[in-house]
Every structure is written in C-alpha cells, then in structure tokens.
C-alpha cells in the first residue's frame, strides 16, 4: 500500500495547461503555466516544474489568481538565478472581475 498522501485537486501531474499556443499578456516563445485557481505554494511548484524542463534564456510564464504570486514568483526568480521580465494583469473577458489573473514571465538564467 501506498502512502496515499494527496496534495489537493489541484496538484496533479498532468500537463494540463502547462504548455500553451494562446499567447495572451505573454511573451511569444514563452511557455505558459495556468496556476489560475490555485493558491500558495502551488504556483511557484507548478512554475519551477515546468522550469526543470526548459534551459537557460527560455521564458515560461506563469498565470495565476492567488495575490501572494506576484512575490513569491519573483522570489523564487532570484533564488534560482532566474530574472522577471514581465508582469501584467491578464485581460480576459471571461474570468472573475473579483479574483484577477496576473502573468508573470521569468526568463530563466543559465
């Protein structure tokens, strides 16, 4: 048997918006991570997932609605030797006005 241990809906392994052709408030060529919905940490581990797969001078930007993402992604940048180049609120006709989206786009160093 299995430790069982779950870390929440939300953290799952698939891919599922990790990697995206919609280029929405992001650069082009980056590669977008929708942590939108999720809360602290599951953000930043979902960002530094998709991160481990990238080389140095790729951007990966992350989407999310948790408030504390607009610190804890650029802290966890300049502990990796990463740099944020990027952020802005998404413009999206369809999410909720009272929970904002930010993209966050780090370039990741070398």
Same mark, same amino acid.
């Given at each position: ?15 599922? @918006? ?15 991570? $929708?942590?939108?919905? =999720? ?7 979902? #960002? ?10 790729? =951007? ?29 609120? #998404?413009?999206?006709?369809?999410? $909720? ?10 370039? =990741?160093? @070398?």
């Amino acid at each position: 048997m299995t430790s069982g241990a779950s870390t929440g809906p939300g953290d799952d392994t698939s891919t599922d @918006g990790a990697a995206s052709t919609d280029g929405a408030a992001t650069d082009s060529g980056a590669t977008v991570v $929708d942590a939108r919905g =999720l809360r602290c940490p599951l953000p930043v581990i979902r #960002l530094a997932r998709a991160a481990a797969g990238l080389v140095g001078g790729d =951007l990966v930007t992350v989407w999310s609605t948790d408030p504390a993402a607009v610190h804890d992604v650029p802290a966890w940048a300049r502990m990796r030797g990463h740099a944020v180049v990027r952020s802005t609120v #998404l413009d999206d006709e369809a999410q $909720d006005p009272a929970e904002p989206a930010t993209a966050i786009t780090v370039r =990741l160093g @070398g």
